[in-house]
């Protein structure tokens, strides 16, 4: 497995602010990934983070809203841009590890309140 | 795009049961995973399955990929009350860097 820490573990912000999220990995990884749970709903896919290049949106999410910085192979940082209450969800990241080729580990995700 | 029906999306059982949930899909996928989601914190992967008709077990937890791919099962024995959480399936295909979840299952006990 891998050890993932998020900062901030939860946050209330102010319609039209934005909020960055730290994901920090104990080990060097090739993937990880950003997901948004909505309150009682299943995870959505946001982005896949790339290490030294822009990141991999889904449909639906766009680089200007949450914009994602991959510096290195153990941290990434989500950024949600210009909040409004829409976006009062949990934000998890993952990753993957090399040798488990589609298995995913979370971290404990950063709880995001929008007024 | 690809969807995973998760079911059923709730259950209310009696402390010491056995609990059974599964996943089905219209496409194949190469991994099946099950993982619990306790209040706050984020989900906690509990079994992974990479091949077809594969069975595995963890404690009081079995799981299967079904031979025809489009599907798994998560089944728990004598259930416990910190057995209480959402469990999500999840489907993964081999180059698509990516899972694709089910809605969940919310499992509730009753001492």
């Known amino acids: 497995s891998a050890v993932i820490s998020q900062k901030p573990s939860r946050d209330i912000c102010q319609r039209g602010t934005s909020l960055t999220i730290q994901c920090q990995v104990d080990s060097q990884v090739t993937m990880m990934f950003w997901y948004r749970q909505q309150p009682g709903q299943s995870l959505t896919l946001i982005a896949t983070?790339?290490?030294?290049?822009?990141?991999?949106?889904e449909s639906g999410f766009v680089i200007d809203k949450f914009p994602i910085s991959r510096p290195n192979l153990t941290f990434s940082t989500l950024t949600v841009s210009n909040m409004s209450p829409e976006d009062s969800s949990i934000y998890l990241c993952?990753?993957?590890?090399?040798?488990?080729?589609?298995?995913?580990?979370f971290g404990p995700g950063t709880r995001l309140t929008v007024l | 795009g690809q969807q995973l029906n998760q079911s059923p999306q709730s259950m209310f059982i009696q402390e010491g049961e056995d609990v059974s949930m599964n996943c089905t899909s219209s496409s194949i996928f190469n991994t099946w995973l099950w993982y619990k989601q306790d209040p706050g914190e984020g989900p906690v992967l509990l079994i992974a399955l990479y091949k077809a008709g594969e069975l595995t077990s963890n404690g009081r937890l079995t799981a299967q990929f079904g031979i025809t791919r489009k599907d798994s099962f998560l089944n728990i024995s004598a259930s416990i009350p910190s057995d209480v959480g959402i469990y999500f399936c999840a489907g993964g295909l081999w180059g698509a860097q990516k899972l694709v979840f089910g809605q969940g299952t919310r499992l509730t006990i009753n001492p």
């Open positions: 993952s990753v993957e590890k090399d040798r488990a080729p589609d298995t995913q580990y």
């Open positions: 983070a790339n290490q030294g290049s822009e990141a991999t949106y």
